[in-house]
């Protein structure tokens, strides 16, 4: 994470909805949070890569990254802006990365990509992104507020 990540993460206006960074780059940006091989279980009925798997990859990457963030356990309460922009195949190297978008009273948002590096290829794609919201939760599965030391929040 970026200072200028955090220092937008704290501003005083956290009940505004902020979009989705623009992709800029051809290269991934943010966190690494996971990375795993796209299998023939994770088949659709046409042989490519099923997107709800792809999904339940990003939201993996993403509860781990907020529960860095939050320091507690996170539960997911809102998936936005979600696009699926290319196929991925069989043996496709997935990276979800994630960048910080907001952080509320006890919701964080996360702008998450996921890339792949398709075999025999030198150059990673973007394949999907969206804004996942998690929300810090007690151990009752109630909501609680982020603890914020001080000016850090660090992943
Ligand atoms: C997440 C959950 C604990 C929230 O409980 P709740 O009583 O609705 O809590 P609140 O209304 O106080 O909302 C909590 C936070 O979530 C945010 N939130 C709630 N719904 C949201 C939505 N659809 N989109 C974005 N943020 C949302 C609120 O704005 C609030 O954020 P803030 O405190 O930073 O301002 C509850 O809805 C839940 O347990 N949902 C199921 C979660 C789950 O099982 N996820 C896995 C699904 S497969």
């Not at 220092?7 to 290269?27: C, K, L, S, W, Y």
């Not at 890569?49 to 809102?78: C, E, H, N, P, Y």
């Amino acid at each position: 994470m970026t200072d200028s990540q955090v220092t937008a993460a704290q501003t005083p206006d956290t009940q505004t909805h902020v979009h989705a960074p623009a992709i800029t780059g051809n290269e991934p940006q943010g966190d690494l949070c996971i990375r795993t091989l796209a299998m023939p279980a994770d088949t659709n009925a046409n042989g490519d890569i099923f997107g709800g798997w792809l999904l339940s990859q990003m939201d993996l990457g993403g509860g781990v990254f907020a529960g860095k963030v939050a320091k507690s356990r996170t539960v997911t309460v809102a998936i936005e802006a979600m696009n699926f922009r290319k196929a991925v195949y069989v043996g496709d190297l997935v990276s979800v990365h994630a960048n910080l978008v907001r952080v509320g009273r006890t919701s964080i948002t996360v702008h998450l990509e996921a890339w792949v590096l398709r075999r025999r290829e030198q150059q990673s794609i973007l394949v999907t992104d969206g804004n996942f919201t998690y929300v810090s939760i007690d151990e009752q599965g109630h909501p609680q507020p982020i603890q914020r030391d001080g000016a850090t929040i660090s992943t």
